[in-house]
């Protein structure tokens, strides 16, 4: 599987941004999506995940309520849609993706969990 990552740019402080995460390769494998962003000189964070069905969604604390994760899987893509930007919220969003089923909603926020990793996309937030 191969995860290409796109949607990122310039915007300003209170913006809104859609990022895209295209899967290809063996896509016919149900797979759960996870957005992470890693600012400089930080460590990687996770930002959302969506289950392969979409039947639950997981959000970080600091995006929760202004960042909204959907997914197509006609199109085997999935969106992070971005709304109120923040200075903060710069840095560089990967996604990733894993065929296993996180039952509990525990593993989602832990990047181990995923076995596929895209090259990533930058948002820079300018105030």
């Known amino acids: 599987v191969q995860l290409q990552a796109s949607g990122g740019g310039l915007v300003q402080a209170g913006d809104s941004r859609r990022l895209s995460c295209a899967a290809s390769g063996r896509t016919s494998t149900n797979l759960a999506t996870g957005w992470f962003r890693q600012a400089p000189e930080m460590e990687r964070e996770f930002v959302a995940a969506?289950?392969?069905?979409?039947?639950?969604?997981y959000y970080a604390d600091s995006v929760k309520g202004r960042f909204t994760i959907s997914r197509d899987n006609a199109n085997n893509t999935v969106y992070l849609h971005l709304h109120s930007l923040k200075p903060e919220d710069t840095a560089i969003y990967y996604c990733?993706?894993?065929?296993?089923?996180?039952?509990?909603?525990?593993?989602?926020?832990?990047?181990?969990?995923?076995?596929?990793w895209g090259q990533g996309t930058q948002v820079t937030v300018s105030s």
């Open positions: 969506i289950a392969w069905n979409g039947g639950g969604t």
């Open positions: 990733a993706a894993t065929p296993k089923v996180d039952y509990t909603g525990r593993y989602y926020a832990q990047s181990p969990w995923y076995n596929y």
